[in-house]
């Protein structure tokens, strides 16, 4: 597999750490002074301390990221974890496209510095491009 790379700005380390390890069950790789490598999911995500760059308002169009998980199992367990946690919910879990071509399970969090994440299985793996 080839990894995929994705930096974002974050307000605070301490609570960006938290919220990627205890939601999604993330490593935390290097850390530095002002930011830190996460294997998510097999990819690097790098969350840089930079409150000037932060959203104030959380807004899925035009920018979210997120991950299709392998598994039914593998999306269940991450939304039981993100609510286990009482991670905070843009969009709780709902189908798209169901029946359809594209038919898939989603659900949106916002992480501690209004980054928006979407998680998502899909019926047809086909489906995904």
């Known amino acids: 597999m080839t990894m995929f790379h994705l930096a974002v700005p974050v307000n605070d380390l301490k609570l960006t750490k938290d919220f990627y390890t205890k939601m999604f069950g993330a490593d935390i790789g290097r850390e530095y002074e002002n930011y830190v490598v996460f294997n998510f999911f097999g990819h690097q995500l790098v969350c840089h301390q930079d409150p000037k760059s932060v959203p104030k308002q959380v807004s899925m169009y035009p920018r979210h990221y997120g991950i299709i ?12 974890s993100c609510k286990q946690n009482n991670c905070e919910f843009f969009e709780d879990y709902f189908e798209r496209f169901q029946g359809e071509p594209g038919w898939h399970h989603t659900f949106f969090v916002i992480d501690p510095s209004n980054n928006l994440i979407e998680v998502k299985y899909y019926e047809n793996q086909a489906d995904i491009y």
Request: net charge negative; glycine share 0%; proline share 0%.
């Open 69 to 80: 998980l392998d598994s039914r199992e593998q999306f269940d367990t991450t939304y039981e």
